[in-house]
């Protein structure tokens, strides 16, 4: 049986995870092992319990505990289902925007650098980029199209944010990723690994994504830049080439989300080679 818990207003202590905690508070830079994140929608929710992510709580509408998440509380086992009546719930920003069921899980640690590169063939590596709707989108096409990786710099966004995990459909919970150290300790890393590094920018030196060579790479790393100015220009430097997506009706470039995906589809890694 579930443990229900119900709820009359959202300023109890218990719904504060729900409603009242900041994205930087869940994330508990000072004490990472504290750290949770919010998953929305039974199939993002059902994806990260696939992965072996630990949930802690659960919040939803109380029609909801017997129809659209109960196959999502039976597989979550005794942890609290905190639930209210509709008018309650409508005052937690956001939930209006949610599928039927939140979820609080328990962040896990991040691998090195190097784990997530082991194994890999192409890897997409993120260079400031901030919007939370675009990182989702990133995982989600690097999911979709062949990446086996992504690292991000310091400088992105959270991958476990909430809009980023909801718009990733939850793939951020499939992909292997972490955090790399950039510019230099990164690329250092990607080399020693063996991998050839692929700036995605606009350049006189630049070479067309369909050119033969990057197709040829055993290990490639795709390299995309922040949402306004793109790549840093030392980033560009000390990448092995620079790529451009050749453009038509005098466009100069995509967004960083849909950059990402031509790159990944064009640049994956071929059967045999």
């Known amino acids: 049986m579930p443990n229900v818990i119900r709820l009359t207003d959202l300023s109890s202590p218990e719904a504060q995870v729900f409603s009242r905690l900041t994205e930087a508070q869940l994330r508990n830079v000072l004490e990472p092992e504290k750290g949770i994140f919010i998953a929305e929608s039974t199939k993002v929710i059902g994806t990260a319990l696939d992965s072996g992510y630990e949930p802690l709580s659960v919040l939803c509408e109380e029609k909801h505990i017997t129809g659209q998440a109960s196959g999502i509380i039976a597989r979550c086992g005794d942890i609290p289902v905190y639930t209210a009546e509709r008018e309650v719930l409508q005052q937690l920003t956001g939930f209006s925007l949610t599928r039927s069921v939140l979820c609080a899980f328990r962040r896990p ?33 690097a999911a979709a ?129």
């Open 109 to 141: 640690p991040l691998p090195a650098p190097e784990e997530v590169l082991r194994d890999a063939r192409r890897i997409a590596v993120l260079e400031g980029v901030v919007d939370s709707t675009n990182i989702g989108a990133l995982f989600r096409s």
């Open 145 to 273: 199209l062949g990446m086996d990786g992504v690292l991000l710099s310091p400088t992105c966004c959270d991958a476990y944010n909430r809009r980023a995990v909801r718009v990733s459909m939850g793939t951020v919970f499939q992909v292997p990723w972490t955090y790399l150290p950039w510019p230099e300790e990164g690329l250092s890393i990607l080399r020693s690994a063996g991998f050839s590094t692929a700036a995605m920018a606009l350049s006189d030196d630049s070479v067309s994504i369909d050119d033969e060579a990057l197709h040829n790479e055993p290990r490639l790393a795709i390299v995309l830049g922040t949402e306004g100015d793109g790549l840093a220009a030392g980033t560009v430097a000390r990448c092995d080439r620079t790529v451009r997506i050749p453009m038509q009706h005098g466009v100069d470039s995509l967004n960083v989300a849909a950059a990402g995906a031509v790159a990944f589809w064009e640049l994956r890694a071929r059967k045999g080679k």
